[in-house]
């Protein structure tokens, strides 16, 4: 990818994601729903308090002017406070990263190496020059797949969690049961995300496998064995980095669901407590978050892809 | 070269062939199931209590919840609703991404461009995150996780319909019917849209498939309200606290889910293969 490209790949989701910014706040503003019914449902405030916090969040203004107030924010790179409890938007949410991004980051690492391991596992369900145990293992393995893009994340969740609680209980608070409690929510997601990646890589391997190049390759007695597999990947591997790119769509989705199952205070946990709570500036805040994490995923994995097949680059000039 | 030279045998014969179409009859079997159980269990008395959290047993199949309701009365009562949702969910994405793939597609030229780059902006929103918008804007009510699940499925949905019509309005016969008069509104009733159902109605299945993961997810969290009857991804919540002390709970909705996408999926694969 040229660095011209680049740029204007980057231009151009900056400018989408400002599109998005804009109409969440219009959208959520334009709502009947009323951040504060909360707190006065609950006798929290007398009306008198509500109205004077009105006041203060700015929220009895004209919509414009509340817009405009919150770019003049944005531009001091001030995000507002939370409604709740009063805490800056940016703090909450650095702090809620702080869970997200291992989580987000190394979920989608493991659904890439999974992905292709398992879908090139998978794709010699047909190939005529494998023995007979090894295609019935790759028929299993196909059928795993389908199994794993199938079944929900919440449900996989629990028995990830079922399976893992003998073995944490015993744990002590330390680095250990630190990286045990991120690897039951990246097993999660990174499972049910490597499978649809390993379907992806499944089909662009059987295809790769009948191939003339990959036969000739045989025939000609290339090895060892990494040597023949590598040849096919290549070809496919591109497809699958591309694919990974909007499965990210899938992971941020996903953490909020991990994030609530497995009680991590991360940035959809956040978002799902802001929404339940009528917190707009943190809803807003959060899904432009998210609307940038997808954009940067997706760039990541372009630049990876265009870097693998040249005729990527090609196309993309 | 390029096809298996091996010669037939019952190992090959056993493997899927991707020239046969087989019907999916377990799939079809399992949804019929899901459906009538919904219809027969609708006036049953859910809410009737039995002893708490009881494991599964004669009397009751799948056990009973914390508040001592029976499960499997509450797995095929939820069951119709779960598929009622996203159903609707599928409808309003098909619909809405249909009509804005295709006039897209079609036109061409600016409306075209705004459009597509209208669908980028709906697509640079994970489907999920932007139905949590839609619900903060709407409240939480079932109508609401239906509207939310449609609207986050309209983009994918709409740049399908926009390829799959833009290849069609190129096509020769629709330049002839042009010729002969036919107005644009004619030409995308008539000729593009019919030409364009195939796959269309191929990746509704597929989307259905995704629709019932997300609004399960969706009431999974919370955000469905509190019906009467239950769903399956509200009842995985409901479960999801009690889980390791009665993980029967859970086990009905999560594999009952699992099994409905399965079975959705390999339907939409059948219709999907030409």
């Not at chain 2, 009751?60 to 309701?69: I, N, S, V």
């Not at chain 2, 309209?154 to 390829?163: F, K, M, T």
């Not at chain 2, 079975?263 to 999907?272: D, F, H, I, K, N």
Request: hydrophobic share 55%; proline share 6%.
């Amino acid at each position: 990818m040229s660095l011209r490209t680049f740029l204007r790949r980057i231009l151009g989701s900056l400018a989408t994601i400002g599109l998005v910014t804009t109409l969440v706040f219009f959208a959520i503003r334009l709502s009947h729903i009323d951040p504060l019914a909360a707190l006065l449902g609950q006798g929290l405030a007398s009306q008198a308090q509500a109205a004077e916090m009105r006041a203060a969040l700015g929220l009895d203004r004209p919509l414009l002017q509340q817009y405009a107030l919150f770019l003049s924010g944005l531009v001091r790179g001030d995000l507002g406070r939370s409604l709740f409890d009063g805490q800056p938007v940016a703090r909450a949410i650095a702090q809620s990263m702080r869970f997200t991004a291992p989580l987000a980051l190394s979920a989608w690492l493991l659904a890439i190496a999974l992905g292709l391991t398992l879908g090139s596992l998978a794709s010699r369900a047909s190939a005529w020059e494998a023995g007979r145990p090894v295609r019935w293992l790759a028929r299993l393995t196909g059928a795993l797949l389908v199994l794993g893009t199938s079944t929900p994340v919440a449900w996989s969740g629990l028995l990830i969690l079922w399976a893992a609680v003998p073995l944490l209980t015993g744990l002590h608070p330390g680095p250990v049961r630190d990286v045990a409690q991120l690897a039951l929510p990246v097993l999660t997601l990174g499972i049910a995300s490597g499978c649809s990646l390993g379907r992806v890589a499944e089909a662009g391997l059987a295809r790769a496998r009948r191939e003339p190049f990959f036969i000739a390759a045989r025939a000609r007695g290339v090895g060892p064995l990494w040597r023949l597999e590598w040849s096919a990947l290549r070809t496919t591997l591109a497809p699958v980095i591309s694919m990974a790119g909007v499965e990210a769509a899938f992971l941020l989705g996903g953490t909020m669901v991990t994030e609530t199952l497995f009680a991590r205070p991360g940035v959809g946990r956040l978002l799902v407590e802001s929404i339940l709570r009528g917190d707009f500036p943190l809803v807003q805040a959060i899904v432009a978050l998210m609307a940038a994490g997808y954009a940067l995923f997706n760039l990541l994995a372009d630049v990876l892809a265009s870097s693998l097949d040249p005729r990527l680059r090609e196309e993309a000039e | 070269m390029t096809s298996r030279p091996s010669p037939p045998r019952l190992a090959s014969l056993m493997t899927q062939d991707p020239r046969v179409r087989r019907t999916p009859w377990i799939a079809l079997a399992w949804l019929a199931i899901v459906l009538l159980g919904g219809m027969l269990s609708a006036g049953a008395a859910l809410n009737v209590p039995f002893e708490s959290l009881a494991p599964p047993s004669p009397i009751h199949p799948l056990g009973t919840d914390l508040l001592g309701r029976d499960v499997g009365l509450r797995l095929l009562a939820g069951g119709l609703r779960t598929l009622r949702m996203a159903a609707a969910a599928t409808l309003i994405a098909a619909t809405l991404g249909s009509i804005w793939g295709l006039v897209a597609g079609h036109a061409g030229g600016w409306l075209e461009w705004l459009l597509v780059h209208a669908n980028d902006v709906l697509l640079s929103v994970p489907g999920l995150v932007l139905a949590l918008v839609v619900i903060a804007a709407l409240g939480q009510h079932e109508a609401t996780i239906i509207l939310a699940v449609g609207l986050g499925g309209v983009g994918s949905y709409a740049r399908l319909a926009r390829s799959a019509a833009a290849e069609t309005s190129h096509r020769p016969f629709v330049m002839a019917a042009r010729a002969l008069g036919a107005g644009e509104v004619r030409l995308l009733q008539h000729h593009v849209f019919p030409n364009t159902l195939e796959a269309l109605s191929a990746y509704a299945l597929l989307h259905f498939g995704w629709a019932l993961v997300n609004s399960a997810s969706l009431t999974f969290l919370g955000l469905g309200g509190a019906p009467s009857i239950p769903d399956w991804g509200q009842m995985l919540n409901e479960s999801r606290l009690v889980f390791l002390s009665a993980p029967w709970l859970a086990a009905a909705p999560g594999t009952a889910l699992a099994l409905t996408v399965l079975a959705v999926q390999r339907l939409g694969e059948w219709v999907g293969k030409p």
